[in-house]
């Protein structure tokens, strides 16, 4: 059972970050890269983090609130931040 | 006396950076500290990203102030976060390392702030710390005690209000202090940067959340909504090139009538003859003609800067990233493309921020067809010159109008371009967008001010430099050989200009234009505005009458056709006459394939188009 994930995560709820995902993401050239980049961002376990907005269109981007930033984010990149259930 | 010369020179050359996250108000920070006693990088030179500046401590002590890109991390993402990297590591091969890292905390988030302080930590440098935003982080409701703070990180602190006048004082002084200048070699604990900046926040006693910025939710909740946001957007970019053409006839009347007194002027004091000639129809005749347009431009990027310092822009980039999606680029993509609308130069060095290799490929081959501010004198002639100034509708001018076409034909050719790549080559994996928004804040006037300010001055260097030089070079071809008295025509057809032109009329004669403008075409390439200086002279010497001066219009409206205005208007869509975005594309891709290959597919797409526009007209109007 993993645990849920940002990009599923319902709009104006706030949750905590658990761990970026290094399993269950596909594997996709540059997802070490990718991982690290979020963390850079401030994507890093127990922050706080929102869905802001979803895009009308299906894998279109998101915006989410993490601490007191404001971030764009691709669904597929939403997908590598694991949330405490 | 002399050891007095040598220790100020020495403090002079102590250069201190600026690190920090972006939109942390670092940049105001240094605009605050430096005021107008800095220097852009040139659009020549290595960077445009990397600005450096004098300023004086509370002692009066000169210090070089260098302002780097913004990053996370020192782990950098893309070419312009590498550039910041690189010279607070000293392998940057333009800018020695420097003495003094100044680390510019924002208070509003502290926690990534410190993360990147941990890592700085690590550079052996003599760290500063400022906390930067202490007002706004106050306003939402947190309480920063700044000594506790300062204990805790066991580096010298200072909080600043970059906004306020006297806000980087703290700073100034604590500059003057010769201990800051020594590195302290604190014990570093072997762990992560983010385990350590929890520590120091646990320890300075804010463990407690962040508060969010409320204002900026509101805004976003309408400005990022598909439908309102969307129309918000158009209504802006459109607002833009109506006030860029309605809001710049005064000053430009004001520019014209200074060129037209000062060349009546020297016309009365000189005695007719070469040098009287060199300075009105060369000299004035050229420069003036382009130093016209300088309102216009000075309007563009004061929208631009305007934008750009509200923070709107990558909100911009995010509604338009499905739109850019679909025709294989990400939003991204978006905020170069918008500064090419300024000058394809900056916009190409913008795709630095661009991580994905074939994305910045695509970015930077559309870029030059972005309508640049360089083609405004030459679209504002030949609309001048051939479009009525009528009111089509209440606020709407026709002039205004096409202007607007003009800039949609640019980005309609680039979509159509950029799609074709797509089914060409492939669109590639969706690019990574991770686009940080930040919170909207009104844009300070002193830094617009300044951002104008280092754009007029680049701006009047080009008219200066090179405008002037191609301006006189022309002359000299348009004026020699003399010709022979008896001469029945003009004495610049009988000049090597005159003939070279003739030359050339051939391959352009298809295409409607004539000998002067073929001309004009040749310094022309050198950059867009110079062809409106070299038919300013071209023409001023073709008249046989009296001086024609800056009443360049008038002339072109009563000698060429309508087809042959309005063909060389959409020439100037997307012929590539700018050696500088040429050389530009080669220093960012390296060799000259990519720059080869974008003259052959801008110069074709820009002699079928002219082609398609002259035949029309001419088809039309018989």
Redesign the interface.
Known sequence: MSSPTLNESKPKVWRRIRSLRTDGAPASEGLDERLQRLADLGFVPNERVCVLRRSWWKGGALVVQVGNATFALRDSEAACIELVA | MSTQVIHLTRLGQRRVALVGNPNCGKSSLFNRLTGSQQKVANYAGVTVELKSGLMKTAQGKSITLLDLPGT??L?P?AADEAVACQVVRGESLQEPAPDLVVAVLDA??L??SL?LLSSLRGLGLPLVVVLNRVDSARANGLQIDVKRLEQVLGLPLVATVAVNAQGADPLRAVLDDPLVWVAQTAPVEPESD?MQSQHWMLAAGLEQ?????DW??KF?AVL?H?VWGSLILVSCLFLIFQAVFAGAQAPMDAVKAAVAWLSELLAQSLPAGLLQSLLIDGVLAGVGSVLVFLPQILILFFFILVLEESGYL?RA??LL??MMGSIGLS?RSFIPLLSSFACAIPGIMATRSIADRRDRWVTIMIAPLMTCSARLPVYALLIGAFIPAIAVGPGFQLQGLVLFGLYMLGIVSAIVVATVIKLWRGAG??A???????DYHWPRPVDVALGLWQRALIFLRNVGGIILALTVVLWFLSSFPVAPVGFAGAPIEYSLAGRLGKVLAVVFEPIGFNWQIAVALIPGLAAREVAVSALGTVYALSDTTSSVGTALAPVIAAQWSLATGLSLLVWYVFAPQCMATLATVRRELGGWRAPALMAVYLFGMAYAASWLTYRTVVHWSA
């Open positions: 996370y991390s782990n993402g509003t988030r926690r990534r993360r983010d959340d962040e508060p969010v910025d900026s939710l976003d990022l598909p990558p980039a995010l990233d499905r939003g994996p969706a990574q967008l991770m686009m940080e928004l930040p």
